[in-house]
Nanobody, 124 residues
Framework: QVQLVESGGGLVQAGGSLKLSCAAS????????MGWFRQPPGKQREFVGT????????NYVDSVKGRFTISRDDAKNTVYLQMNSLKPEDTAVYYC?????????????????WGQGIQVTVSS
């Protein structure tokens, strides 16, 4: 059974940092492109960023470029989202997702497996 479990969320002041982790089990992690998405309150889920197999390529939505960094550790079956210079508009439930397809993709429909999501709240 495939599981993706996010951790590291919480409440932080604007300008602060958080590092989310997503631990995967039940799949061959290195074969998957990994993505991060978020769903702000009252809005639809949106793409945050993605990392290729092997970690050599990353892609981000413009609103987080220069502030967020995605990395992966295939030995630990874990993908990370380092979030710096957080803004109140970054407040959302954050999801990690795994894509076995051609990837990387910023479309949620491309992803095969999803975590349960974790809350990140940035106070002003």
């Amino acid at each position: 059974q495939v599981q993706l479990v996010e951790s590291g969320g919480g409440l932080v002041q604007a300008g602060g940092s958080l590092k989310l982790s997503c631990a995967a089990s039940g799949l061959t992690f290195s074969r998957y492109v990994m993505g991060w998405f978020r769903q702000p309150p009252g809005k639809q889920r949106e793409f945050v960023g993605t990392i290729s197999r092997g970690g050599g390529r990353t892609n981000y939505v413009d609103s987080v470029k220069g502030r967020f960094t995605i990395s992966r550790d295939d030995a630990k079956n874990t993908v990370y989202l380092q979030m710096n210079s957080l803004k109140p508009e970054d407040t959302a439930v954050y999801y990690c997702a795994a894509d076995l397809g051609m990837g990387p993709s910023d479309y949620a429909s491309a992803y095969d497996y999803w975590g349960q999501g974790i809350q990140v709240t940035v106070s002003s």
